[in-house]
């Protein structure tokens, strides 16, 4: 469903009418050109929503993937139009147009198909795009690639040119010969042999044409030249007449089938060309949005109305088509109003930017509701409109003699009869072109009106009861555009909450006006008129003094803001480089402990298989290499310690995540997500934030536990110290049990848990003897083949009660 405009002629003066006609030089077909010349604004939410979703991926994708191969959009409506008559014949040209349409049907379809996660939209109107392979390779394989018909489309055809070739062949032979002979005689003039009435003749001299036996076609101009048709070459031309007659009637015939076939599959191929068609629609408008510079806003569910920098469209076009040293400054329009706020009232003094402001906002508005991108933040937020209503004055008018009071009354009744809460009234210049007190009443009256009905109205005026109505009224809000004191110029930058004063008197005493004039003027203004003018213009230039401090609060803020990252940055690669620095030094501590305690527990060993017993020397060792041992650990513990509990992920962070924030190292709960912003609970506070400072982050992996040092030292005569493997590879069966019985005696007695029996793959024996003794040994729990990387079958792992 479209929006209701009126005045009818709204979307010109608007600036609609520009924007559409920019965009129709962006199209690639008629087709897309007359669906645009009729376009009108959505009044559906859900389907501007969709429009939108599908310019905004069609902008990602023409500026950042491969090229789109939407082209050769043939308007071929009116030949399909035709295939449906039986027995009719499509020109030749048609099939090629038939043809390239149903390649680029076939090519969007796959290149949507590839990319349907990232271009959902488009994919889904891709999704009437209907392959004809058949019909495509039909028409392939009897035209040309340059849209000729193949001699081969057929083999009557085939053979009928083939022949043709000859006999032309033989007719170019015959009458050179001729031409050869008379030319000897001088009986030729100096030009060759030509074609005339479709047949091969030779220029003969005039007075000798009776000498030559022949049939004469043509006279030259001058009457000295005559065109002839030697007899030699009469019944070649009659073959070769015939012969052209016979290739047209088969010409005729493939056309004939080849317009049969394209009437079966015209259905399919009009559905193709409107989905291409609406393509075309869409990529015209994402590429004016792309020279907007445009981004799609946030649709308001509410009334709410939030425009940041957005730039008047029609001033950016303006721009474009001029040299950059002509271009003119365009202001961005930053301007709000609540849901409540249902009235704004701008006022200031002429050339101020009044009536630009709200044409920005309504050609804002048409543009989304049709499918454009804005050149505004994407922060900006618009209702959806399902009427807009517009009334401009004097050389603005949107109606002829629209500045006359009356028409300006038939557009209050039109504007009464329709208006609800859904719609958006534009007033420029209120009140003016009638009595100043009489008018400003009666647009009073309008505005209340409106306003008891929740619609949106913005006015311009210079009228000061309007300016006091908004600061009474609990729904409106006065506004003004900004003013230049020290200059007395305009900024054309938008205030809210501040009326605007006119800065008649202020501009006259700068032009030097007579101080008798302008003393008059101020006694006939009044005291309370001109004290409010007064107290407006210094509550003016406190603001802009407020402005210009916020700006150097701001500036000082980002220096700070960027030096404490650096700061973090620095102390970040300190703490990491320390880090790194101490982990090597107790690595390197723990590989000269491992060492330590391999030559501790050899020299145990010796002691044991010696047969000596000092025991304290043992015991003495034994103490210094755990105390060690526990020094490097405790090393490790505390710089493990260190390390984040908490991991980063690559996850969108959603209500009830875990998060962490960018700049920080505070992470939380995500609590809420409202736009681009968010609430996160950390540490019992409630932290606002961008959505896009978060990083969903998650418990960091445990760290895999620490090897211990450990020297196992027992007394007695039997202790040796005992590997955690045997070989026995190579060894005889007895020789080899005798090992694997005194290895698992000592393992068992050491109190190893597993050990190894390397007995290698060969014939399996020695595994055979080793699994059938260990099925004898009570001690043994259980036992099997090590993995791949440790031996596989090669090897048994032993596992003890």
Not at 200 to 215: D, Q, S, T, W
Not at 266 to 279: K, S
Not at 364 to 375: D, F, R
Not at 633 to 660: H, K, Q, Y
């Amino acid at each position: 469903m479209s929006m209701h405009l009126f005045p009818e002629q709204l979307s010109k003066k608007i600036g609609f009418e520009t924007v559409r006609t920019a965009t129709l030089k962006n199209t690639r077909s008629v087709m897309a050109r007359e669906q645009l010349a009729r376009m009108q604004p959505f009044s559906d939410p859900q389907v501007i929503k969709r429009r939108l979703g599908q310019t905004r991926e069609m902008m990602d994708l023409l500026q950042n993937d491969a090229a789109f191969p939407l082209y050769n959009l043939h308007d071929i409506r009116e030949q399909l139009k035709k295939s449906r008559t039986e027995n009719r014949i499509l020109p030749l040209p048609a099939f090629i147009d038939i043809l390239e349409v149903c390649i680029t049907s076939r090519r969007i379809k796959s290149y949507l198909d590839d990319r349907e996660e990232r271009y959902p939209e488009l994919k889904e109107i891709a999704i009437g795009l209907i392959p004809l392979p058949q019909l495509e390779e039909t028409l392939q394989d009897v035209l040309t690639e340059n849209g000729e018909l193949r001699s081969d489309a057929s083999p009557r055809l085939q053979s009928i040119r083939k022949r043709l070739n000859n006999k032309r062949h033989d007719l170019r032979n015959t009458i050179n010969r001729v031409m050869g002979r008379l030319s000897k005689r001088g009986r030729t003039s100096d030009e060759g042999p030509t074609i005339r009435n479709g047949r091969m003749v030779i220029p003969v001299l005039a007075e000798y044409k009776r000498k030559v036996r022949g049939f004469v076609h043509d006279v030259s101009s001058s009457g000295q030249t005559v065109y002839l048709e030697p007899v030699e070459a009469l019944n070649i031309n009659n073959e070769i007449r015939q012969m052209e007659s016979e290739e047209q009637s088969e010409i005729e015939r493939i056309l004939r089938a080849l317009t049969a076939e394209v009437g079966q599959n015209r259905e399919a191929i009009r559905q193709n060309l409107d989905v291409l068609t609406t393509l075309d629609v869409i990529a015209s408008k994402a590429r004016l949005s792309i020279d907007l510079e445009g981004f799609v806003p946030v649709i308001s569910e509410t009334s709410h109305l939030y425009l940041k920098e957005a730039y008047n469209p029609l001033l950016l076009l303006k721009n474009r088509d001029i040299p950059e040293a002509g271009r003119e400054q365009v202001v961005p329009l930053d301007m709000e109003l609540s849901e409540e706020e249902r009235c704004l009232v701008i006022t200031g003094p002429n050339a101020g930017g009044k009536s630009v402001a709200l044409k920005t906002l309504g050609l804002c508005c048409l543009m989304i509701q049709s499918g454009y991108a804005i050149p505004a933040r994407d922060s900006s937020e618009l209702p959806v409109y399902n009427s807009i209503f517009v009334d401009m004055g004097d050389d603005q008018s949107i109606e002829n003699d629209l500045s006359t009071f009356s028409s300006r009354l038939e557009w209050m009744k039109h504007t009464i009869r329709h208006a609800d809460k859904h719609s958006l009234v534009l007033i420029d210049e209120a009140a003016a072109g009638t009595d100043p007190e009489e008018g400003g009443a009666l647009f009073q009256s309008l505005i209340e009106l409106l306003m008891a009905r929740e619609a949106k109205v913005l006015v311009t005026t210079h009228h000061g009861s309007l300016k006091v109505f908004a600061h009474e009224h609990d729904f409106a809000v006065n506004g003004s555009m900004e003013f230049d004191q020290d200059t007395l110029s305009p900024t054309y930058r938008f205030k809210k909450g501040v009326p605007g004063s006119s800065y008649a008197f202020e501009i006259a005493g700068r032009m030097q006006l007579q101080h008798q004039l302008l003393d008059k003027a101020r006694r006939m203004l009044g005291e309370g008129k001109r004290d409010m003018e007064t107290l407006i213009s210094e509550l003016e230039a406190k603001t802009q003094e407020a402005e210009q401090l916020k700006k150097k609060y701001d500036a000082l803020k980002s220096g700070t803001e960027k030096a404490r990252h650096r700061y973090e940055e620095k102390r970040s690669a300190i703490e990491k480089e320390e880090k790194k620095i101490r982990e090597k030094a107790l690595e390197e501590a723990k590989s000269i402990i491992d060492s330590a305690n391999q030559k501790i527990e050899q020299a145990v060993e010796r002691i044991v298989q010696q047969g000596e017993k000092d025991e304290e020397v043992i015991r003495q060792a034994r103490r210094e290499v755990e105390e060690f041992r526990e020094q490097v650990d405790s090393g490790l513990e505390e710089m493990e310690d260190e390390e984040p509990a908490v991991r980063d992920t690559a996850d969108e962070p959603e209500v009830g995540d875990r998060v962490r924030l960018r700049d920080a190292r505070t992470t939380g709960e995500l609590k809420e997500i409202n736009g681009r912003r968010a609430v996160v609970m950390a540490g019992g506070l409630r932290l606002k934030t961008k959505y896009d400072n978060l990083i969903k982050v998650e418990d960091a992996p445990r760290k895999k536990e620490k090897q211990q040092i450990n020297v196992t030292i027992e007394g007695g005569n039997r202790y040796k110290m005992v590997q955690p493997q045997i070989e026995i590879r190579g060894m005889r069966g007895r020789e080899a049990m005798k090992e694997v019985q005194n290895y698992l005696d000592d393992a068992i007695a050491a109190g190893r848990e597993q050990v190894h029996i390397i007995h290698g793959k060969g014939e399996g024996i020695l595994k055979g003897l080793v699994h059938e003794y260990l099925d004898k040994r009570k001690e043994v729990k259980s036992y099997g083949m090590a993995p791949i990387q440790q031996g596989g079958a090669g090897c048994t792992v032993v596992e003890f009660k």
